[in-house]
């Protein structure tokens, strides 16, 4: 096993560096994204002044929701009713303990095994899916008539450089704004908006790149520090070092 600093710094900062809730911070002032060119929060608060039942899929730690009300004063006093699904086990706790203080109820909801969303057809009148996955003809069941889905998802070939870079197949080729927009409209909703966009994510070095896949590891799966420790190297002596973001993001209406 290689025992230099820089291997033995790479090897801690992965074993040490988890996702709790949906959490960036410790990267702070070492990754910088650029930034889309809609306003994904602003659209969702729009859409919240009117709304009043609502679901927020996949809501990590439920920091993102908790925002959002926030910034509109809703709740439900005036007769807001909000839920929120999150798949990955230990953010459930986080969101629950986070989200109950706003009233707001969270469902284990796992998409990728198949589950359906936990609420009656024709609940609601807002979904809302940052980043999370959906299927189609669920969100089109759950939704009342007049009901909207806002959504704002990573493009499955986002980060083409990590698997140039350090190997490893791409999980969801398969997510692009064609394929989301056409099984939408397969399921009956009426789209109002659909925009990608591509921009730059830039690392500071390559300790920063070790602790962001950690973070995300599905961005390259089986990521190994001893296995990429050569990669690596040639990386840090480039610094920065930058990926391509991709995003799309989808308005879809149920007349």
Known sequence: MDDSTDARAWRDAYAASQMIGWDFSRLDGRLTA???DWDFDAECRAALTTASRVVDLGTGGGEQLIALLEA?????DDGLQVAATEGWEPNVAVA???LAPHGVSVHGHDVEAGEPLPFMDDSLDLVISRHEDFKAHEIARVLAPGGRF????VDGREAH???EWFGGEVLHADVTLANSESEL????LRIEVAEEWAGRMEFADALTVVEYLALVPWDVPGFSVEDNLEQLRRLDAVRPISVTQRRFRLIAVRD
């Not at 509109?72 to 439900?76: I, N, S, T, Y």
């Not at 409209?185 to 009956?188: L, N, V």
């Open 150 to 153: 806002l959504t704002q998802q």
């Open 161 to 163: 450089e990590f698997r």
């Open 96 to 98: 629950r303990r986070n």
């Open 34 to 36: 650029d930034e889309p």
């Open 185 to 188: 409209r397969a399921a009956g």
């Open 72 to 76: 509109v004063g809703r709740g439900v």
